[in-house]
């Protein structure tokens, strides 16, 4: 074991070792590395995590790819081998690593509040402030990253019970209103949508901000209150519970406290997914999204996950991904979600992976000793 780190070490590994390494095609991150690039070069380099590694670290790499594409698996492979050096990310406790997915949703709406449409997605309140240790109140956690600015006083936000129940009414910060407030809420969790119109237009809308409090998962709720079986478990199965007690739906959804607002952007690319926390846009099946407190956004990973086989046709899945996002629930050196892509097939993908997974950090051969050779 090596470059020891609280509650985790790195340990090396080679690149034929990797299980179903020759099996993989990473040609694909290329057009991630370079909007990352783009975003690095324009705006500034990402926050680097606890690991140590900063986007310098990885730069020169970004730039060899500026303008290069491969000709097939193989080369995409070789120049992998060439550049990057693996590394197993190993937890003090021994247990494995563990892989979920989320995707962007595609829900039906309306420019206008109907009957048939009630339910709003909303856009940031000029009431909602960020929070650091500078102005955060002593009374309030530090994992609220967001409050609400009253009378030159900073408190909690209202809560998602709250909001639904009228709190934002009247300030004009609809975006669209949905048939659902089930759709709604699980694109409040997915962190993004797609939204689709009468007239078959189609918009987006990403995440801006949040209420604050901290996210509470409703499945848990379920398994501990004993209405769905851990073992069976799903967003399928969670949405099928709603449907079929909706006198209890709001009680439900109120656990989670947290609230996600959102702003509108267009869907400039209908095969790429939303701009995510890096601030560039999800690689459908490439994209990883980490604890950003110890990962930099930017670097790739190697994920095996053996008894995760429907995302590649009853193949153990063993991909290399690219760290472009980060959310909430996502915690630990060996934990991630796969972005699976948009609408309801990716949906169905997304809403049964939670799979103990083996995870290896790509690390550039240049600043790798830094981890021990």
Same mark, same amino acid.
């Given at each position: 074991?090596?470059?020891?780190?609280?509650?985790?070490?790195?340990?090396?590994?080679?690149?034929?070792?990797?299980?179903?390494?020759?099996?993989?095609?990473?040609?694909?991150?290329?057009?991630?590395?370079?909007?990352?690039?783009?975003?690095?070069?324009?705006?500034?380099?990402?926050?680097?995590?606890?690991?140590?590694?900063?986007?310098?670290?990885?730069?020169?790499?970004?730039?060899?790819?500026?303008?290069?594409?491969?000709?097939?698996?193989?080369?995409?492979?070789?120049?992998?081998?060439?550049?990057?050096?693996?590394?197993?990310?190993?937890?003090?406790?021994?247990?494995?690593?563990?892989?979920?997915?989320?995707?962007?949703?595609?829900?039906?709406?309306?420019?206008?509040?109907?009957?048939?449409?009630?339910?709003? @997605?909303?856009?940031?309140?000029?009431?909602?402030?960020?929070?650091?240790?500078?102005?955060?109140?002593?009374?309030?956690?530090?994992?609220?990253? @967001?409050?609400?600015?009253?009378?030159?006083?900073?408190?909690?936000?209202?809560?998602?019970?709250?909001?639904?129940?009228?709190?934002?009414?009247?300030?004009?910060?609809?975006?669209?209103?949905?048939?659902?407030?089930?759709?709604?809420?699980?694109?409040?969790?997915?962190?993004?949508?797609?939204?689709?119109?009468?007239?078959?237009?189609?918009?987006? =809308?990403?995440?801006?901000?949040?209420?604050?409090?901290?996210?509470?998962?409703?499945?848990?709720?379920?398994?501990?209150?004993?209405?769905?079986?851990?073992?069976?478990?799903?967003?399928?199965? =969670?949405?099928?519970?709603?449907?079929?007690?909706?006198?209890?739906?709001?009680?439900?959804?109120?656990?989670?406290?947290?609230?996600?607002?959102?702003?509108?952007?267009?869907?400039?690319?209908?095969?790429?997914?939303?701009?995510?926390?890096?601030?560039?846009?999800?690689?459908?099946?490439?994209?990883?999204?980490?604890?950003?407190?110890?990962?930099?956004?930017?670097?790739?990973?190697?994920?095996?996950?053996?008894?995760?086989?429907?995302?590649?046709?009853?193949?153990?899945?063993?991909?290399?991904?690219?760290?472009?996002?980060?959310?909430?629930?996502?915690?630990?050196?060996?934990?991630?979600?796969?972005?699976?892509?948009?609408?309801?097939?990716?949906?169905?993908?997304?809403?049964?992976?939670?799979?103990?997974?083996? @995870?290896?950090?790509?690390?550039?051969?240049?600043?790798?000793?830094?981890?021990?050779?």
């Amino acid at each position: 074991m090596i470059g020891n780190r609280p509650g985790f070490s790195l340990k090396r590994a080679d690149f034929q070792h990797l299980p179903h390494w020759t099996s993989d095609d990473p040609a694909d991150l290329v057009a991630g590395m370079r909007t990352c690039l783009q975003h690095v070069r324009t705006i500034k380099p990402y926050r680097s995590g606890a690991l140590g590694l900063a986007t310098d670290d990885i730069l020169p790499i970004y730039k060899s790819v500026e303008s290069r594409d491969f000709a097939d698996a193989q080369e995409a492979r070789q120049f992998f081998e060439a550049h990057f050096q693996p590394f197993q990310i190993c937890r003090d406790d021994g247990s494995r690593g563990f892989v979920t997915g989320f995707y962007e949703p595609e829900v039906d709406v309306d420019t206008r509040k109907s009957e048939a449409f009630p339910y709003p @997605f909303y856009r940031r309140p000029k009431d909602l402030v960020d929070l650091d240790e500078a102005n955060r109140p002593s009374s309030m956690e530090p994992s609220y990253a @967001f409050g609400r600015l009253r009378e030159d006083e900073i408190g909690p936000y209202p809560d998602r019970k709250d909001i639904d129940c009228g709190y934002l009414q009247g300030r004009g910060l609809e975006i669209a209103w949905a048939r659902s407030k089930v759709d709604v809420f699980f694109a409040h969790v997915q962190g993004a949508a797609r939204l689709r119109y009468p007239d078959g237009s189609l918009k987006r =809308i990403t995440y801006a901000a949040k209420a604050g409090h901290p996210f509470s998962a409703i499945g848990r709720l379920l398994i501990d209150r004993r209405e769905i079986d851990p073992a069976t478990v799903s967003m399928q199965s =969670i949405r099928a519970w709603l449907t079929q007690n909706p006198a209890k739906v709001d009680g439900v959804l109120w656990h989670n406290r947290s609230y996600i607002f959102f702003r509108e952007a267009e869907v400039a690319d209908t095969e790429l997914g939303p701009i995510a926390a890096a601030k560039v846009p999800l690689l459908p099946g490439r994209s990883l999204a980490v604890d950003r407190l110890i990962h930099t956004f930017g670097f790739p990973f190697f994920v095996h996950a053996p008894t995760l086989t429907h995302l590649d046709d009853g193949r153990p899945f063993a991909r290399t991904l690219l760290a472009l996002d980060t959310g909430s629930a996502i915690v630990g050196p060996a934990r991630g979600d796969i972005f699976t892509g948009s609408g309801a097939h990716a949906g169905d993908q997304a809403g049964t992976i939670r799979h103990d997974a083996d @995870f290896f950090i790509l690390i550039p051969k240049a600043v790798s000793v830094r981890f021990g050779r």
